[in-house]
């Protein structure tokens, strides 16, 4: 199997800045996924444990001079330490005069080992020298793994049927911070009206607080007569009577794991329960600069795995 492209001044930036130092906070190993079309950064979908995190790129957003070939249908999986790989990218732009960055799979004799490992290797060329930057991996995945990744993949493109969008990141994050102090458990309820309801519970105390009439894709209802009349408790469970709202819990952890992803500087995010509340998804949307269309070239979703469903 061959890797190799020209990683570009606007794909060092969007990773070395933005992507790898959000992506690290949800964990420092990951899987790189790399199609004829896509460089794909994935957390737990083979595992099934924790986040499972999804960061898609068109293969034009970070290289020029893309190659790759394998017997797998030209797809490449392995394992890589995203701080590793932060350090790489980061070392690259202090090169003086530093000509294209271009990356590569290979195979190295390491100092004292009989055994060829793989790495991925970053080159530079400046004016006075040149810098090869050598990231360990692990094994490229063998076929059946590659083939179970990308079925992972695919199950992991589900949506909700009602997503909500969320306010401020920040001030989300500010809400979690105070909660955390409560509990380790986060229920959370989404309603078809556009409300979102966050509540952590203890034997002692309860503390919640909502968001209103957010902005609903995909299945929405109208808000019942009567309702504004209710507190939020009151308002989510009949909500989820009417089989108009979702309700799960997760780990307190996780979901503020997830809001780490602020870092890679989205425009929007958005809320939504699995059917049957299979996960909580948190998809985030990034818009082309100086307008408010989406950016297809770029995509991130969060997927938390549930402690509970339930009334919330």
């Not at 933005?18 to 004829?36: A, E, M, N, W």
């Not at 099934?48 to 490449?76: C, P, V, W």
């Not at 810098?131 to 059946?144: A, E, F, T, Y």
């Not at 209710?230 to 989510?236: D, E, G, H, I, V």
Request: charged letters at 20%; aromatic letters at 6%.
């Amino acid at each position: 199997m061959k890797f190799k492209a020209i990683l570009t001044d606007h794909g060092v930036n969007l990773l070395e800045k933005r992507f790898v130092p959000s992506l690290d906070k949800i964990g420092r190993v990951c899987h790189l996924y790399l199609t004829r079309d896509h460089a794909i950064f994935l957390h737990n979908l083979l595992n099934g444990d924790g986040i499972q995190s999804i960061a898609q790129f068109r293969k034009e957003t970070l290289f020029e001079d893309y190659r790759i070939s394998s017997q797998n249908d030209d797809r490449i999986a392995f394992a890589i330490d995203l701080g590793l790989l932060h350090r790489a990218l980061r070392s690259s732009l202090t090169i003086e005069g530093g000509d294209r960055l271009q990356i590569k799979l290979v195979k190295k004799l390491p100092p004292g080992s009989l055994q060829p490992m793989p790495f991925l290797t970053f080159e530079t060329k400046g004016y006075k020298s040149a810098v090869i930057q050598d990231v360990p991996i692990s094994k490229p995945l063998s076929r059946s793994d590659v083939i179970e990744l990308q079925s992972a993949l695919d199950m992991a493109q589900d949506m909700p049927q009602t997503l909500v969008q969320v306010p401020d990141l920040l001030q989300l994050q500010n809400l979690v911070d105070r909660l955390k102090h409560v509990g380790d458990l986060l229920n959370i309820s989404i309603s078809q009206y556009g409300d979102l309801h966050l509540q952590v519970s203890t034997t002692l105390i309860t503390v919640g607080s909502e968001f209103r009439k957010l902005r609903v894709l995909g299945v929405q209802a109208d808000v019942p007569a009567g309702d504004q009349n209710l507190s939020a408790r009151a308002r989510t469970e009949m909500a989820l009577q009417r089989g108009e709202a979702l309700s799960v819990q997760v780990s307190m952890k996780h979901f503020a794991k997830s809001l780490q992803c602020h870092l890679a500087k989205p425009d929007c995010a958005f809320y939504g329960i699995a059917p049957q509340g299979a996960c909580l998804t948190v998809i985030f949307q990034f818009f082309i600069p100086g307008t408010r269309q989406t950016d297809k070239s770029i995509s991130l979703h969060c997927r938390l795995p549930v402690l509970d469903t339930g009334s919330g």
